[in-house]
């Protein structure tokens, strides 16, 4: 049962080879870039151990020594990493689904992508989301945290109405971004293999057509940090 001293367990995606932000990643982990000389991933567990969070994943792939000796095992932060490593990067479902053996959820579990810079989080009500959707009896496979789309995603990724979230547009739906931040349950994986890599919207886009993502928009402070640029206005902007 998810209980208030260990309410959800957390997977941190951290196994992109980061392309877009090279040269700054060709010696580091994406994840590791720091925003006023804290790291992203930093950020994420600040937050997590915060809200009470204890048990998190963190999956790895490029240079991913670098992420273990940078913050071995938590207790600096409260709370308990263990690792995910990947020979090559198995994209997001892959990742997912080779890490739940070590996630052990019950049914529900939180996954945030390492490289997105969320300061202040409100992991609180994310855990009282999740609460919600346990007790409801039409389990959702997903729920997703979406966001107004940023200048460099004008398009979105998908529809929000009455929290559903759709692929197809409908009717009062509002076109947003994908945040990286969702809450999934175990079953969304169960039919991977091991190993394999797999991208995760076609399993998000499956599950929406049968009712089964909902969403919410979220409106606190969110930014992909994509490239060199936009982790040097960051660090201007929080300066």
């Not at 207790?75 to 990742?95: K, R």
């Not at 997703?144 to 109405?161: C, E």
Request: charged share 20%.
């Amino acid at each position: 049962m998810m209980n208030r001293h260990n309410p959800l367990p957390c997977f941190l995606l951290a196994a992109g080879r980061g392309e877009r932000m090279r040269p700054l990643t060709d010696n580091l982990p994406k994840p590791l870039l720091t925003i006023q000389n804290k790291s992203l991933l930093a950020w994420h567990l600040e937050s997590l151990a915060k809200s009470g969070i204890q048990k998190v994943v963190i999956n790895h792939a490029w240079l991913g020594e670098k992420i273990e000796e940078s913050l071995g095992d938590g207790h600096q932060f409260g709370l308990s990493i263990e690792y995910s490593p990947e020979a090559t990067a198995l994209e997001t479902a892959g990742g997912i689904r080779k890490a739940l053996p070590l996630l052990s959820p019950e049914d529900y579990f939180l996954v945030i992508n390492g490289d997105v810079f969320a300061p202040n989080l409100a992991i609180k009500a994310i855990l009282e989301k999740a609460s919600q959707l346990r007790s409801n009896p039409k389990k959702v496979l997903a729920h997703l945290f979406m966001v107004p789309n940023p200048a460099q995603h004008p398009n979105g990724d998908f529809y929000l109405k009455d929290s559903i979230v759709s692929s197809a547009p409908s009717a009062g739906a509002e076109r947003l971004t994908f945040s990286g931040i969702g809450i999934y349950h175990r079953n969304l994986f169960r039919d991977l293999e091991i190993g394999v890599p797999v991208k995760l919207a076609p399993l998000l886009i499956k599950a929406m057509e049968q009712n089964k993502v909902s969403g919410e928009k979220y409106t606190g402070p969110w930014h992909d940090v994509g490239t060199p640029q936009r982790l040097q206005e960051l660090n201007a902007a929080y300066e």
